[in-house]
């Protein structure tokens, strides 16, 4: 939706009609240092994340022993191995 001239004009009389032209500096400058807050909090935010990125190793997946018998994965992405009726684990 694009806001057209006479909807801007609308959306000012409203709101000089709800808080007055007296308070309208004010909150202006209230708003004002609260976006220059923010920006700051994000800023360091940035900065913060930027100096502690260190290289991660990926988790190492714990495989079961041999001859362990389970019907779950026991961690996430982890698959139990197929087993032919004979009970030996095809080869890839």
């Not at 939706?1 to 007296?22: D, E, N, Q, R, W």
Request: charged share 15%; glycine share 8%; hydrophobic share 35%.
């Amino acid at each position: 939706m694009k806001f057209s001239p006479t909807h801007i004009v609308v959306l000012l009389v409203l709101v000089l009609l709800i808080f007055g032209a007296g308070k309208l500096p004010e909150i202006a400058g209230s708003i004002g240092k609260s976006m220059k807050v923010f920006k700051k909090e994000v800023k360091e935010l940035r900065e913060d994340d930027g100096a502690s990125a260190t290289p991660v190793e990926p988790a190492q997946i714990q495989q079961p022993q041999q001859g362990t018998y389970y019907t779950q994965p026991t961690q996430m992405g982890q698959t139990a191995p197929q087993q032919h009726t004979d009970g030996t684990t095809p080869q890839a």
